[in-house]
């Protein structure tokens, strides 16, 4: 039975800070995740284009495809046969060119071709080395004059996704790093705080692991209960830019694209939070018996 | 029950807190410890209390080698021992009850016997009517009662009090040193440093007394 106002200004103070380190992490996950979806939607226009010669029959086509698909890499094929090339041609062109669209010598000249899209296992920052492998597999065949998968774009998109992704580590590890000194340090201060009950548990014969396990059990609790808190912030602010974004800003039709953190990540966050409360708590109290007692007088 | 043989403690620099420290304290005496300040007192009730370490000679104290004596055995054999501080050392968010239950909850003992032999010992110090009081809201005599009350509620063979009057007045003071002669009367081994050379006088114990390290004096 303890007096109930003991210590509560120093816990509450600890779960703020707590709460917002850890809000500073879900937002930061939040936010890489919706990168990466992004990223992953600009990814999915990302294709290959075999364009095929003029005289090449049903098998030779047949053949490209199934060394297309042999290479495990693919995810889906499109003939767009020259039929099919020439209605497409003429319906963009139709009201930039009308007398282009209506010239039958040049339409000859456009080519059959197979619409390549990559296997979605493919991640973003591979699909560069993936498609210049499969064009370099696929330029020397029978049957194809050229291969197409708009390097320039490519190249920048995969870039951008590998400066992305690392980026995102880096400041991962920089926040978890600091979360976990944070902690620590409120943790630490705890211990302070409670530092005669110790001496007094020390002295009376107190097992190290009694007199650690309720600062474990604390660094337990703060941590799950602060990564909740922070999760339910981090929601409420989602919903307030996702709201602005469909309302305000709806022309870049992002808005749909977002989503929230799932079910099982929340639970894992939590339970990861608790995880790092108790290692925070572990650092500061692992030299515990080194005799507060011990040192008196 | 306690015995020093040879015991030495140097410290970097190098400082000599102990030397060549011989003593035997019996089963159930009662002995007071005195010297100056840094005379090595500190030093030789946190061997006794399994806070330090000789560096050479032997402690035993109530059966334990305490020189090799294993980490995991010291919370062990200091269930088997008592201490009172001067500063008293009570938790103040607890109640006297819950101060002087904690040696017994930390031993495992039941509820039921808990709170039986709770009662008995704050009975015995004279408290038992302030046992849902916190430490702040009692006088100093009575925080010093509670605090020998815990040291004493599991029935140590040894209780050593360090200074354990040096923060109440005289009539507080001797009311403590009747208490702690009472403990010694039920068998335990009482062993107090203190700097109160006129109660020493006046209770006509067996003295120890400790100067640069060395014990230079022994009434018995």
Redesign the interface.
């Known amino acids: 039975?303890?007096?109930p106002t003991?210590n509560w200004a120093l816990k509450i103070s600890t779960l703020v800070v707590a709460t917002a380190c850890f809000a500073v992490m879900s937002a930061s996950l939040l936010l890489a995740q919706n990168f990466k979806n992004l990223l992953t939607l600009w990814g999915e226009d990302v294709q290959m284009t075999v364009y095929l010669s003029q005289d090449i029959s049903d098998k030779g086509r047949q053949d490209i495809e199934e060394k297309l698909k042999a290479s495990g890499k693919v995810g889906d094929i499109r003939l767009i046969t020259q039929q099919i090339a020439l209605t497409d041609f003429r319906a963009q062109l139709a009201s930039y060119a009308p007398d282009l669209s209506q010239d039958e010598e040049l339409l000859k000249l456009i080519p059959a071709s197979l619409q390549v899209r990559l296997a979605s296992d493919i991640s973003a920052a591979d699909q560069t080395k993936e498609l210049q492998a499969l064009a370099a597999q696929i330029r020397p065949l029978q049957g194809v004059d050229e291969v197409s998968y708009g390097q320039d774009w490519v190249e920048k998109y995969s870039a951008l996704v590998s400066v992305l992704e690392t980026t995102m580590r880096l400041l991962g590890i920089v926040i978890v790093a600091a979360a976990l000194f944070v902690i620590s340090n409120a943790i630490r201060a705890s211990v302070q705080s409670r530092k005669?009950?110790i001496?007094?548990?020390?002295?009376?014969?107190?097992?190290?692991s009694?007199i650690r396990k309720p600062f474990l059990v604390e660094g337990a609790v703060l941590g799950a209960v602060s990564s909740a808190l922070a999760l339910v912030i981090c929601f409420v602010l989602y919903t307030g830019i996702k709201g602005l974004l469909v309302s305000k800003l709806s022309f870049l039709q992002l808005g749909e694209h977002l989503q929230f953190l799932s079910p099982a990540f929340l639970i894992l966050f939590v339970i990861g939070g608790a995880a790092l409360g108790a290692f925070g708590s572990y650092l500061c109290i692992r030299r515990i018996?080194d005799?507060y007692?011990?040192s008196?007088? | 029950m306690i015995e020093f043989s040879h015991v030495y403690k140097t410290y970097p620099g190098p400082v000599h807190a102990l030397k060549n420290v011989e003593l035997r304290i019996d089963k159930g005496e009662f002995v007071f410890l005195t010297g100056p300040s840094g005379a090595g007192k500190?030093t030789l009730?946190?061997m006794i209390?399994a806070?330090?370490v000789a560096t050479s000679g032997e402690v035993r104290v109530a059966g334990h080698n305490l020189v090799t004596i294993k980490?995991?055995q010291i919370?062990?054999?200091?269930?088997k021992i008592g201490?009172v501080?001067q500063d008293f050392?009570?938790?103040?968010?607890?109640?006297i009850f819950?101060n002087v239950a904690?040696?017994l909850i930390?031993?495992g003992d039941k509820a039921p016997a808990i709170q039986r032999r709770v009662y008995e010992v704050l009975e015995q110090v004279g408290l038992a009517h302030k046992h849902d009081q916190?430490p702040e809201f009692v006088s100093g005599g009575e925080q010093q009662r509670t605090a020998i009350a815990?040291a004493i509620v599991?029935q140590p063979g040894v209780l050593i009090a360090?200074e354990p009057t040096g923060n109440l007045d005289p009539r507080l003071s001797e009311e403590i040193m009747d208490l702690l002669e009472r403990v010694c009367a039920q068998g335990t081994t009482v062993f107090v440093a203190t700097h109160d050379h006129e109660m020493v006088k006046r209770r006509n114990k067996r003295t120890l007394e400790l100067r640069d390290g060395m014990i230079v004096g022994d009434s018995k």
């Open positions: 039975m303890r007096n003991k005669e009950e001496i007094v548990l020390e002295m009376i014969g107190a097992t190290y009694m018996n005799g007692a011990g008196q007088g | 500190t009730f946190k209390s806070y330090d980490d995991t919370p062990l054999y200091r269930r201490v501080f050392k009570l938790l103040k968010d607890r109640t819950e904690l040696p930390v031993r916190y815990r599991h360090d």
